[in-house]
């Protein structure tokens, strides 16, 4: 069978893997997982994925996926307390579901759905991922952060897709605990105490990767030690249903309009240019690794010593963004730029904003209109280390990054509700 034949017939199956309540053994939710014809060589879901990003088709084959865990899983009548998590391709976020698939997709709602996503996904389009992430979410869908540990330097993004399960990587599980897993487990931990979250550790294939799991804070365990991916079979329905984050609060605008109600300072230009690079420079001294977010109101303010300055921020960090009027696409190795629309509102703010796993900080700016017979600009500003502030700060920024080769359309205020 070829490719085009798989993809034409939706001739994918799925299979399915025990989640399950560590303290109790109680089968609490599954992961689906995609399966291609057998005997073929697209059998195995990463031939499979590896063709179709190859030839363009990811997103149609994401969608195909979706369609069969959801419509295998609607089919045994599974309890409406039990939880499916359904893998997404970055691709398919902001994609239009074939219409012969609109039915099994949508057959799914008001059922407890967890879209499983990675941390890159959101490097690769911050934007489209915030915006895929709220979606669901309207849809009383949850968000699972999977493969967590994989890649430690990406936990500065955990807060800001807020996910409602985090699922601890096998090689946390089952490798050995060095000062880099011990890095991401206290980061973990951390967010789940602060939002709530659930853990989820991956890879249990024994009583002491259990132990392990629960020491590192899971709750949720997932693994061979428990079952190994299959067919469904009839089940009761869980006294524990896993608990679902409730709906992220309406986002500002801007950064300076989620410093609301704080009380606010003013100072020149001049004045706030020192306190800007200390925030900058702390996110090189942190022992973390960082997302850097800066607004510099247009591209003339993104001068050569700054550019050189956030190469080397780059260099360093997770993410770096910078926002303007008239920024191009890529203002320095390592940058990301962002063009702003003249009239988005962010064009009025400067704002620095630091977010690692543990380190927060920001400033948040905005110019007063100008006094004829001032020689500088003048500026309200917040200086904050409040975690759930910065962070706040951060997603109406993120929400106007694009991805590479995108371009917001002209007269627009991108990413403005």
């Not at 690769?124 to 895929?132: E, I, K, S």
């Not at 009761?236 to 986002?251: E, F, K, T």
């Not at 629309?341 to 962010?346: E, F, G, K, N, Q």
């Not at 910065?390 to 205020?413: H, Q």
């Amino acid at each position: 069978m070829t490719f085009e034949q798989v993809v034409r017939e939706r001739a994918i199956t799925t299979v399915f893997q025990p989640i399950v309540c560590i303290d109790t053994n109680e089968i609490v939710g599954f992961e689906a997982l995609a399966r291609g014809p057998i005997g073929s060589r697209w059998a195995a879901p990463a031939a499979l994925f590896a063709e179709a990003y190859r030839l363009g088709r990811a997103s149609e084959l994401d969608w195909i996926c979706r369609a069969a865990a959801t419509r295998t899983f609607l089919e045994a009548s599974m309890p409406d307390s039990m939880t499916l998590f359904v893998n997404v391709e970055p691709v398919s976020f902001g994609s239009v579901c074939p219409p012969d698939l609109a039915g099994a997709i949508g057959a799914a709602g008001g059922r407890r759905t967890v879209l499983e996503i990675t941390e890159r996904m959101v490097g690769r389009d911050p934007a489209g991922m915030l915006a895929a992430v709220e979606s669901a979410r309207r849809d009383s869908m949850g968000i699972a952060l999977d493969d967590v540990g994989a890649d430690p330097a990406s936990l500065a993004m955990m807060p800001l897709i807020r996910p409602d399960v985090i699922k601890l990587d096998l090689s946390i599980i089952q490798g050995r605990t060095t000062l880099a897993i011990a890095t991401v487990v206290n980061a973990v931990m951390a967010e789940a105490e602060r939002t709530g979250a659930a853990i989820l550790a991956e890879g249990i294939e024994s009583e002491r990767h259990v132990g392990v799991a629960q020491a590192m804070g899971a709750t949720l365990g997932q693994g061979r030690f428990f079952g190994s991916p299959g067919p469904l079979e009839p089940l009761a329905a869980p006294s524990h249903p896993i608990g679902l984050l409730s709906a992220d609060p309406p986002a500002a605008r801007t950064p300076f309009e989620a410093a609301a109600g704080r009380r606010l300072s003013q100072a020149t230009e001049q004045l706030l240019r020192p306190l800007s690079m200390h925030l900058e420079y702390k996110g090189l001294d942190a022992t973390e690794s960082t997302v850097l977010l800066a607004c510099f109101q247009d591209r003339r303010r993104f001068g050569a010593h700054t550019r050189r300055r956030y190469a080397e921020l780059a260099a360093r960090g997770v993410f770096t963004a910078v926002l303007g009027r008239d920024m191009p696409p890529q203002p320095g190795p390592g940058i990301r730029g962002t063009r702003l629309d003249p009239a988005d509102p962010l064009g009025r703010e400067w704002a620095v904003i630091v977010l690692g796993a543990h380190f927060a900080a920001a400033l948040l700016a905005r110019e007063r209109d100008h006094d004829p017979s001032s020689p500088e600009r003048v500026f309200e500003f917040v200086v904050t280390h409040d975690r759930d502030l910065v962070i706040a700060a951060a997603r109406p920024v993120l929400k106007r990054v694009l991805a590479p080769g995108l371009s917001a359309p002209a007269g627009t205020v991108a990413a403005v509700p």
